[in-house]
């Protein structure tokens, strides 16, 4: 029998659940897993002689997993939401402080306390760490709750859309997001005017940080997950006879991603630096990656396309996915610290075994503070939104 995972609270809170999606669960653990590639692979950058193919693995076959966990969030949420009940706005919002508002601002400030400390910059004033907190950038995977949250503001608007969405609604909205994001992020005039606002002004850091709350950069792949939530039948009937084109789709997208990138390094002399902020999860192959990586995972998790033996890891991940994430910057930092120490450069092989510490901390880091939060509630609470069951 698969473990599985619990969905997303939903706000008509007395209405029953329907039978629980493990793939939900198993995704956000490949995501984490992902996303803690991409960090790595920063690291690994600073290499000079730093191996293109590597930085392929870490930067560019993962480049799906941020936006994916916007997919699932949003099937969590819609999965056993009745869309044409009233929407519960109390109860929905009390839940999103909870599980992602107070430990967005517990984590924030432990960054800024350790960082203030550690690199002797001290705390920033109030008005600052308003700032700090409005845009999300306390450290530097922070910003995806602050994205998430402004999602979940505006959830009486995506159930009014869903409500109402067919196929061609679906199809229009990506033609949009792909329009959209083409031009926040490949704009020669836009981009030249945000750099060249005087630094004093309010309007530059709006635009310069758009990515951390401006939702229109995910909202296809967030009503996508919504959308199919709502209709499970037909979305699980779809992965059962597509699941073949669903496999071969994906991997055409995955190799349509990177051979932008190997396109940029070696036909147009960009460094792998320049070639990973231009093809990434943004640009017309990034959203085509990260659609089919969404079908193609949620399919093989649904119908156990893999060896069953990798559920109870694959629960694992998925479990402690949520504290993994957030505290993997402060294992990166002290990896990096204790590698400066020993004089040690980091090679290909170090970065292999780099990311597997990470994770592996991570990991373990999670899974002891969710056992003290099991005696002390409030370290559960206040760190991942956790909250004993009544």
């Not at 990798?310 to 994430?325: E, Q, R, T, V, W």
């Amino acid at each position: 029998m698969q473990p599985s995972q619990s969905p997303a609270v939903s706000s008509q809170p007395k209405k029953k659940r329907k039978p629980r999606l493990a793939a939900i669960e198993y995704i956000r653990g490949i995501s984490m897993m992902g996303v803690i590639g991409i960090h790595v692979g920063s690291q690994y950058l600073g290499n000079p002689a730093a191996n293109m193919h590597l930085i392929a693995l870490f930067e560019i076959f993962t480049r799906f997993s941020v936006p994916i966990f916007f997919f699932i969030s949003a099937f969590g949420l819609f999965y056993n939401l009745d869309i044409h009940a009233p929407f519960d706005a109390k109860h929905f919002y009390k839940r999103r402080v909870q599980t992602v508002l107070i430990p967005y601002v517990v984590w924030s400030v432990l960054y800024l306390v350790h960082d203030g400390l550690l690199y002797h910059t001290g705390f920033p004033s109030p008005f600052y760490f308003c700032g700090i907190l409005f845009f999300g950038v306390a450290k530097y995977q922070l910003y995806f709750l602050v994205i998430l949250l402004w999602f979940y503001l505006f959830m009486p608007l995506w159930i009014w859309m869903i409500k109402r969405m067919g196929i061609k609604g679906l199809a229009a909205l990506l033609v949009f997001q792909i329009a959209f994001d083409y031009w926040s992020s490949y704009s020669v005039p836009f981009n030249i005017y945000v750099y060249d606002l005087p630094d004093d002004s309010l309007l530059k850091p709006i635009l310069m940080y758009r990515l951390n709350y401006w939702v229109l950069h995910y909202i296809f792949i967030f009503l996508l997950g919504g959308w199919l939530a709502v209709h499970i039948e037909r979305f699980q009937t779809f992965m059962q006879e597509r699941r073949t084109s669903i496999t071969v789709l994906f991997w055409i997208s995955m190799a349509s991603l990177l051979a932008y990138y190997y396109w940029l390094l070696l036909t147009q002399g960009q460094t792998p630096l320049d070639g990973i902020n231009t093809a990434h999860q943004l640009s017309p192959e990034g959203i085509f990656y990260t659609l089919m990586a969404s079908l193609f995972f949620f399919t093989i998790f649904t119908y156990q396309k893999y060896p069953q033996a990798l559920n109870p890891i694959l629960h694992a991940l998925g479990k402690h996915s949520y504290f993994a994430y957030l505290v993997h910057p402060f294992v990166i930092t002290y990896l990096a610290l204790a590698l400066q120490h020993a004089g040690r450069i980091m090679t290909g092989a170090i970065a292999i075994a780099f990311y597997c510490a990470v994770l592996i901390l991570s990991m373990m880091l999670a899974v002891v503070f969710r056992k003290i939060g099991e005696h002390l509630p409030f370290v559960n609470e206040l760190t991942i939104g956790v909250y004993p069951k009544k």
